[in-house]
């Protein structure tokens, strides 16, 4: 089993849809939970991230985290064209030194 | 613009040739990582440095794969004998120490390794 699921995709949806993103992950002692966006020929950038269990808002974007499920969610309300990217889940344990990525979710916000 | 950069862009290699690629990190960052992205992949740890000493390498690093961060600056990933599946992304991130919960990673725009 992989540390970390995340079905790749690709999903489309028309502007201004809500979108919902989800990984799900095995190792408990994960406590910090990130969500980076990587745009075609890029490298990943740092969307946001939630510690430990709870919600989290920036903006249009909301994570979420259930650690007694191991469910992580990131929405975007009003989705945009420019949204369109491929969002990595990547959960981390405290003080640890690796970062270890899902696969990525392609989304496509068609105008 | 002081983020991530690496060198090159991309490299199109003949299978059993070294290459070499380099990082050059945000300057006051201690921690380099390199990562190796294939399509429809996420990035997958190879290595991991702090200032100059090589602290994490992953068991799906071969022999063939080898990474030096000299003086803690700027770091080579070097590929000898090149294979087919070696064809990947290969993405540098360097992360302050002063991230040291989150590990915020800020990454370059990769160099991409093509083998025929």
């Known amino acids: 089993q992989k540390e970390v699921e995340q079905d790749p995709g690709p999903l489309s949806v028309p502007e201004g849809a809500i979108v919902s993103l989800n990984c799900t992950y095995s190792n408990s002692a994960f406590q910090y939970f990130m969500w980076y966006r990587q745009y075609s020929r890029k490298g990943p950038e740092l969307l946001m991230y939630t510690y430990s269990s709870g919600n989290k808002e920036d903006g249009r974007f909301t994570a979420q985290v259930d650690k007694s499920s ?11 064209p420019s949204d369109s990217a491929t969002y990595l889940c990547a959960p981390r344990v405290a003080g640890g030194f690796k970062t270890i990525f899902g696969a990525g979710t392609r989304l496509f916000v068609k105008a | ?112 390794l093509t083998v025929l």
């Open chain 1, 70 to 80: 191991k469910y992580i969610s990131l929405f975007i309300r009003d989705s945009q």
């Open chain 2, 1 to 112: 613009d002081t983020g991530v950069s690496q060198n090159p862009r991309h490299k199109i290699t003949k299978r059993g040739q070294n290459v070499t690629f380099r990082c050059d990190p945000i300057s006051e960052h201690n921690r380099l990582y390199w990562y190796r992205q294939t399509l429809g992949q996420g990035p997958e740890f190879l290595t991991y440095f702090q200032n100059e000493a090589q602290l994490e390498k992953s068991r799906l690093l071969s022999d063939r794969f080898s990474a030096e961060r000299p003086k803690g600056s700027f770091s080579t990933l070097e590929i000898q004998r090149t294979e087919q599946g070696d064809s990947a992304m290969y993405l540098c991130a360097s992360s302050s120490r002063k991230a040291l919960d989150t590990g915020e990673l800020f990454f370059g725009e990769g160099s991409r």
